[in-house]
């Protein structure tokens, strides 16, 4: 058991549970682009593996408390009063997709020997009038052996 193996599972549900992501990957920049650029894989989501804790049990032997954000653009071409709500709260805006995620992975453990997912936080990443960002923090546990 790996922290790959839990965002394997994170990515796979979010393609199966949420179809009208358009683009579910494992974070590698693709938010450093250009803003006019980003909006044609929108709405989409990152995945991204923050780092682990680990508590000593005995031995060689583990508990890794992994953290991984999952980083969920949206945006939307409709702009009123020079303000896009639709961007945070349409059909597949921002706020929509944030619920949408949270339902996919929260309690979830992929088939794997992890503890259910938890939520840990919600953020805004980045708000304009056309796009809006927002993370989520999930963590799990799962038992490993280092020599």
């Known amino acids: 058991m790996t922290f790959q193996d839990i965002e394997d599972g994170i990515i796979s549900a979010l393609q199966a549970q949420v179809p009208y992501l358009k683009t579910v990957e494992t974070y590698a920049g693709q938010l450093d682009k250009e803003i006019a650029e980003l909006p044609r894989s929108f709405p989409a989501a990152y ?42 709260k349409g059909t597949e805006g921002a706020y929509q997709a944030v619920t949408d995620v949270l339902a996919a992975l929260t309690n979830q453990t992929f088939g794997l020997a992890i503890y259910k997912l938890r939520p840990e936080r919600t953020e805004l990443v ?22």
């Open 47 to 88: 995945v991204a593996y923050q780092g682990s804790k680990f508590e000593w049990v005995d031995g060689e032997n583990w508990q890794e408390w992994p953290t991984f954000k999952v980083l969920i653009a949206a945006r939307s071409l409709r702009i009123v009063s020079g303000i896009n709500e639709d961007v945070r």
């Open 126 to 147: 980045f708000v304009n009038k056309t796009t809006a960002i927002y993370g989520i923090d999930f963590t799990t546990m799962f038992d490993a052996a280092y020599q």
